[in-house]
């Protein structure tokens, strides 16, 4: 079995070191064989290149270096570069992960490479294309995410979900349950894999914090971030919880473009002492900041994850979430922008009274497995 694996963005590289961390065992028994592809979506060394460090990661076999645009630019010139490498590496399957436009333009890639006369695939060789993560949905068409989401899913022929939510979304939506295979959550094999490094992790000591004296914000939703009027809205509500806990704040390349601008205009920022903003980290330092913070406040998919994993409080600041299973059994509460859900959130948890949760069904750390198993299977079938 030879894989094809498509990676771009932040979350895609933490959600597939466990995937080539199984290929590269079954490589050495001569099982399988994979070449990884970087679309070059996020390229900064701290959103990039420190996922390949730590995870162990192997340098991308092609880096198609896209950069940043518009959503349609950055999708079509993934497609237009990705084309001529599938055709040339001929592999048995395509594997994409997430919601990000890299995951959209390798599916669509591979979904129109096999129905085209004129790609010279060979007939006898059937190319699938493996989503993991496949059946989150948000309801919100406003979210590029979900358009990914859907499109990525309704092309694809395994679909790996990682709750019960997600099967019943595709079976909603008319995909057959034969291609539906409930694995659990990849992200969750990366942290428990990494519990030891993370548990060794300096950055409290760098960053001067003690344990449970401070809480973690990430923010980089085009709908929280790229609107000033949104953004000073919550920086208003952040302004108010750092005088009762300190917020530390690895702020996302896109986030901090705008909050540059918001400064700028402000002229003067006051009290915001207890408001410590750092550069995006790596994955362990980052979920070393995460495990010993009082709570956090996000708008990203996979911290919502992680948070439930790890039981630290997570207030989400979105209307929705694609990912139920963190609010009904995790530590997640779905806040919006609702400056007085969150201010009365934060008291609770600081007066000990925190949403308890449980950690999901098959979030155990062997998604992976699972899913290479499955592939294998049905490559041979
Ligand atoms: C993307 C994904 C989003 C995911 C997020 C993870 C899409 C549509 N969005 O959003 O689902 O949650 O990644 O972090 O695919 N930039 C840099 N350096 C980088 C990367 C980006 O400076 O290494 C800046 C650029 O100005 C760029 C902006 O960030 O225009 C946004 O990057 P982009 O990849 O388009 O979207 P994200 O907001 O990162
Ligand atoms: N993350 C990280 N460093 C940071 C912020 C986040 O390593 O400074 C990790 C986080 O632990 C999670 C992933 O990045 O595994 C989530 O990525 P992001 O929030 O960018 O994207 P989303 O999950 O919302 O698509």
Redesign the pocket.
Known sequence: MKLLIIVG???NFIKVAPLIAELNRLNKLNKAAYCLVHTG????YE??QVFFQELKIPKPDYNLGIG??S?SW?TAKIMEKLEPIILKERPDVVVVVG????TLAGALVAAKLRCSQTSNYPTNQLLSIAHIEAGLRSFDMRM??EI?RLLTDHISDCLFVTEPAGVKNLLNEGINKEKIYLVGDIMINTLVKSKTKIQKSKILKKLNLAPKQYAVLTL?R?ANVDNPENLKYLFDIFTEIQKKIKIVFPV???T??QLSKMFKQAKQVNNLNNLQLVEPLGYIDFLALVSQSKFVLTD??GVQEETTFLKIPCLTLRENTERPITIEKGTNVLCGKDRKKILKEVNKILNGREEKGQIPKLWDGKTAERIIKILCQTVKD
């Open positions: 963005a932040r979350p979506q996020h390229y900064d959103m990039s940043s645009g959503h950055q919601d990000v436009n890299s590029p995410e990914n980089h085009p996302h390349p896109r901090k473009s990203s998919g």
